[in-house]
């Protein structure tokens, strides 16, 4: 693979919603570097990710929070965008192809959904047997899964935020230094009651969080009484 630098992007003012100023806080928490975090987002509801020291990938998985059959599909959510980033604007969809949660605002410019959560056996594949007894995603998602009824059966291929994963010209995927710069975020609208699952990614073999994780902030906002 690939492995260039890019520029960081500094947060534009515009980038997110005006009303945000306005909302009620439900939950606020930073989730340390390589921990999980889950909460369910009730439809209406704003979840703000936010990048606190930037370059951190943070892998994300979505599911019905009344019938978790029903969870996020990177296949029909990069068929209905017709783009295989994740953006302002990008409707994230389930296997049912129904809308789970929206991109409402993106400070970084564009997020992955094709690359996947890294694990103990990916990374023994590309790294080395002595990366083994190293902490990964697929850990962190079956623990805090766990809390919630969920298996390894439930896992499907994810959302990695802030993850920088280019297509080249050839089709090949790159795993390459971040777009993301400390404070930006990523403001998804739930458009149902939805098990949001995140796991902080603690890769250390690759760029995706610099060599070195570092905490992000998941806040969870609703619009008070007109």
Known sequence: MTTTTAAPQTAPESAVPETAAAQTVVLDEVVPARAAWSAVVRRGQFLTVTDLHGNQAVDCLLYDAHDTAVRYSAADTLQASGNVFVTTGTVLMSNEHTPLMTVVADDCGRHDTIAGACSKESNTLRYGHHTWSQHACVENFLAEGARHGLGK?????????????????????????????????????????????????????????GFDPTPVRMTVTEEGPR
């Open 153 to 209: 059966r439930d896992l499907v291929s994810n959302l990695n935020w802030y993850m920088n994963v280019p297509v080249e010209a050839d089709g090949t995927l790159g795993i390459v230094d971040g777009l993301s710069a400390p404070g930006l975020r990523v403001v998804l609208r739930a458009e149902a009651d939805v098990l949001v699952l995140v796991s902080n990614c603690p890769q250390v073999n690759n760029p995706c969080n």
